[in-house]
């Protein structure tokens, strides 16, 4: 298995503009997380979904920010307009509900908002 | 809420024994995990504890104490590729059991 895969890498954007951010799970894994980490903030969850249903998004920081699971395969964060504050790695992490509950993440997105 | 903490920073040298607290406080409470994020790279799974008591993979152990709502991760025969962050995480809270709420981090250091 490829793991979890995240794209684009790299990502710097103007402020206002918007940005799509994209993960690819695991086969089979039936959650998935969305985490941003900051030096200020560390690792903070964004919403998570379970079987492309979102659980809990409680974590996104505002109306700006989105997120989509429209198959198991695939889902989307976006921020629509981008902010310099949003600036972080964003990363996206899958699971296996009848396993060790141990989270596979991807490599992650550099987002830089200028 | 939750809250974890752990100690900022840890330095040891080769072959050392390294101990990496974590106190947690956190409503609901489902297990305790531990990863490692080299600079650079992405958070990777080392261990979880759901109940008391210490669990060995290799050269890493993790222990678990519900009542005191502590944990400990213990790495031995310390190498210079241990140096790295190691993450605390709770499951569970307002987030769900299956949410994850991440420690601040502890960077450990290894010298030779």
Known sequence: ?114 | GQSLEQPSEVTAVEGAIVQINCTYQTSGFYGLSWYQQHDGGAPTFLSYNALDGLEETGRFSSFLSRSDSYGYLLLQELQMKDSASYFCAVRGGTGGRRALTFGSGTRLQVQP
């Open chain 1, 1 to 114: 298995d490829a793991g979890v895969i995240q794209s684009p890498r790299h990502e710097v954007t103007e402020m206002g503009q918007e940005v799509t951010l994209r993960c690819k799970p695991i086969s089979g894994h039936d959650y998935l997380f969305w985490y941003r980490q900051t030096m200020m903030r560390g690792l903070e969850l964004l919403i998570y979904f379970n079987n492309n249903v979102p659980i809990d998004d409680s974590g996104m920081p505002e109306d700006r920010f989105s997120a989509k699971m429209p198959n198991a395969s695939f889902s989307t964060l976006k921020i629509q307009p981008s902010e310099p504050r949003d600036s972080a790695v964003y990363f996206c992490a899958s699971s296996f509900s009848r396993t060790d509950y141990g989270y596979t993440f991807g490599s992650g997105t550099r987002l830089t908002v200028v």
